[in-house]
């Protein structure tokens, strides 16, 4: 499975943002797929994942109300719109699969990840 980030750029606080991630090599449904970031000199957190059909979401409390996941499974494709950005949002964003339509909030729990895009909130 490859995943493939785009979107990621240099941005105002407060200002909004999308990334996307297109998926190849699987059923996309099949897949419960999630977003993760690392900020420099920090681990990587896991902020957001979706359920294979799209119906459900978990959101960490740090980007709840902020950012929205959603998924377009004609499209082989998931995204993430970002509001509200903060300069602590700065991090590169990790998409990321599991080989099941289940949520799954832990980072372990994913088995493909994509090469990353930067995100830069300029305050």
């Known amino acids: 499975v490859q995943l493939v980030e785009s979107g990621g750029a240099v941005v105002q606080a407060l200002g909004p943002s999308c990334l996307s991630c297109?998926?190849?090599?699987?059923?996309?449904?099949?897949?419960?797929m999630g977003w993760s970031r690392q900020a420099p000199g920090k681990e990587r957190e896991f902020i957001v994942t979706?359920?294979?059909?799209?119906?459900?979401?978990l959101y960490t409390d740090t980007v709840k109300g902020r950012f929205t996941i959603s998924r377009d499974n004609a499209k082989n494709t998931v995204y993430l719109k970002m509001n509200s950005l903060k300069p602590e949002d700065t991090a590169v964003y990790y998409c990321a699969g599991r080989r099941s339509w289940r949520i799954s909030s832990s980072y372990n729990g994913y088995h493909f990840w994509g090469q990353g895009t930067q995100v830069t909130v300029s305050s």
């Open positions: 297109a998926a190849s090599g699987r059923t996309f449904s099949n897949s419960a």
């Open positions: 979706i359920s294979g059909d799209g119906g459900i979401t």
